[in-house]
């Protein structure tokens, strides 16, 4: 990389004197700052160029020296940032091997040295990810950070349907924000689903077909979706009511279940969580589909 010697960029850069051409270098066993050590570094370089790659390298290293927390992390952001990428992993191997401009280098120079000031990435960057949204960020306001996130857990017994939504979540990119669990329904799978501790809503559309209407169903479902994850049983509640009854130990408090259900469910749910008062499960709505039927209930878990 050759050393900048446009007036103007030395102003931006305040160049120490043995960056700019016929000043002496520095004496010997003297401390340099991660800035100075940078410019040392590109003025020695002669007239090679530096890539996205190698001044990820560089910064790491500077940030890992001056104790900067998640100092990987922190380069990656910044130089993706500057190069118009969401993240490091998204550049494609052009961006990633082409030398980055005068420009490019001080930008992520100038953004690297607010970041060993230990400011945040988000304020450092200006914006954050926020689930689909793209926020703007500025101090003091509140970062969003990952814990408060939605965190989904994902839960199938066919392996199809759990492999489908794993390439489904790597294609959107929510492969961080899914956990994916190939069990069926039961205190088994509960009990994995409590290692993350309570949760907020439960949302299901289970098997809910009454056994005795399976055979009516139209010629495209019954040959080729899965008739298990259609057929609820005899009353069509048959997962319905392992979900509700194991609700109760997954939620937090005040926490939420949302089924889809057959149209002839709602009053049968109802009676059923009447009949077992200890769940402390009410239903607080029945929700219509487009064609006005009566499909979706919420079930709301209530203090005990």
Not at 266 to 281: G, Y
């Amino acid at each position: 990389m050759r050393c900048l010697t446009h007036p103007l960029l030395r102003k931006l850069l305040s160049l120490p004197p043995q960056c700019v051409p016929g000043r002496g270098t520095p004496r010997k066993g003297a401390v340099l700052s991660p800035k100075q050590l940078f410019l040392r570094q590109s003025c020695s370089a002669g007239p090679g160029l530096m890539t996205a790659t190698d001044v990820v390298h560089y910064w790491q290293k500077v940030f890992e020296t001056n104790g900067i927390p998640e100092a990987q992390e922190s380069s990656q952001y910044i130089v993706s940032f500057v190069l118009g990428a969401k993240t490091f992993q998204s550049l494609d191997s052009e961006s990633l091997h082409t030398p980055l401009t005068a420009l490019q280098q001080e930008q992520i120079q100038q953004l690297s040295y607010k970041r060993l000031q230990r400011m945040p990435v988000q304020y450092v960057l200006g914006e954050w990810d926020f689930q689909d949204l793209t926020l703007k960020m500025r101090p003091p306001v509140f970062i969003p950070r990952p814990e408060t996130e939605s965190r989904v857990i994902a839960m199938d017994k066919e392996e199809a349907a759990v492999d489908l939504t794993r390439e489904n979540a790597h294609r959107l990119q929510l492969q961080e924000r899914i956990r994916i669990i190939h069990q069926d329904v039961s205190h088994s799978s509960a009990k994995q689903l409590l290692l993350w501790g309570p949760i907020d809503v439960i949302v299901s559309n289970p098997p809910y077909v009454f056994h005795e209407d399976m055979a009516s169903l139209d010629a495209e479902i019954l040959c080729y979706e899965d008739l298990d994850a259609l057929d609820g049983g005899d009353d069509g509640m048959r997962v319905i009511k392992t979900i509700l009854a194991l609700a109760p130990s997954l939620l937090k408090v005040s926490g939420s279940v949302f089924l889809e259900v057959d149209p002839r469910h709602p009053n049968m749910v109802e009676q059923w969580l009447q009949a077992h008062p200890e769940l402390l499960l009410t239903l607080r709505a029945i929700h219509k589909d487009f064609c006005g039927k009566p499909r979706f209930l919420h079930i709301q878990k209530q203090s005990s």
